[in-house]
């Protein structure tokens, strides 16, 4: 990897500096004035996929010199930038949406940059977490971000499961094809809590679906959400929450029909919101307990 370097006086922080810096996560104008003259003042810019960072730079009018740094040779590009740094290099790592490091290739360069006395230099700007979770309508006071569930199903609950006991709002992100998987698994291990679907944020078709878990769940096995999207799940109600149940479903909708006079259908879904059940889910229970 070659690079022409070039005398510069007077830069923000001197020589040998890595920037951080945040890009839009859809809407091209959602970037700071600063992240765009530290673009164009770079001596070379790293980003995850160089033609989508050469949409971005092009809408700006900047060239400059970029070179690819992802998931698949971060181990191996990360000390040829460190040796570019150590020479005076001002490098901006970029991601192809939002902020590097963060469920993007990043922390591997800081770390080593850091260990080598390298500045590292953030360049804040758009989150798509943080847009989605300001957005929901779920408490914004404490929060967890997660990332990434595991791809696997039994990895997934496995770490769900370490979440029962949280209280603060979860944020996840996930790839379309395993919301529903997901929220099944969410439905199932956290019980029913409120949660949100943040759907392409930002862009043109963003879309916010809020409501319970297992409204959630049915509403994305109908029409599965598709594009970039963000799970937020809140906490749960100790009232709602199916920890405590003393008898079987088929049990309760006899209890829910003589009680209160009401046909099976509305004692099976009253059943099914106290212990956090899709209607599906509940209907293949009742089906398992005859």
């Given at each position: ?276 059940l899709g209607k599906r889910e509940a209907y293949k229970q009742l089906l398992?307990?005859?």
């Amino acid at each position: 990897m070659k690079m022409n370097m070039t005398t510069k006086t007077q830069r923000e922080i001197g020589t040998g500096c890595l920037y951080l810096v945040a890009t839009p996560i859809g809407n091209l104008e959602d970037i700071t004035v600063r992240a765009i003259r530290i673009l164009k003042e770079a001596d070379l810019i790293a980003c995850e996929d160089t033609r989508q960072t050469q949409k971005l730079l092009n809408h700006y009018g900047i060239r400059k010199e970029m070179v690819s740094y992802h998931e698949h040779n971060e181990l191996t590009r990360s000390p040829e930038l460190v040796i570019e740094l150590e020479q005076g290099a001002q490098i901006a790592l970029v991601s192809d949406a939002g902020t590097p490091g963060i469920s993007d290739p990043g922390h591997r360069l800081v770390t080593l940059c850091l260990r080598h006395h390298i500045r590292v230099v953030p360049i804040p700007g758009p989150s798509a977490f943080v847009a989605a979770l300001a957005a929901s309508g779920l408490p914004t006071e404490e929060f967890l971000f997660v990332g990434f569930l595991p791809a696997r199903a039994g990895a997934r609950r496995k770490a769900l499961d370490a979440l029962k006991a949280e209280s603060r709002t979860l944020i996840f992100y996930e790839a379309p094809h395993r919301v529903v998987e997901t929220l099944a698994d969410a439905l199932e291990i956290l019980g029913a809590r409120p949660a949100v679907i943040a759907r392409e944020v930002t862009k043109i078709h963003e879309e916010f679906l809020r409501g319970p878990l297992a409204e959630l769940l049915e509403s994305a096995r109908k029409r599965a959400p598709r594009g970039e999207i963000t799970l937020l799940i809140g906490a749960g109600d100790p009232q709602m929450q199916p920890a405590e149940v003393s008898v079987s479903l088929k049990e309760r909708v006899a209890q829910l029909q003589a009680e209160g006079g009401v046909d099976r259908k509305a004692a099976l879904k009253q059943a099914a919101r106290e212990r956090g059940l899709g209607k599906r889910e509940a209907y293949k229970q009742l089906l398992m307990e005859r």
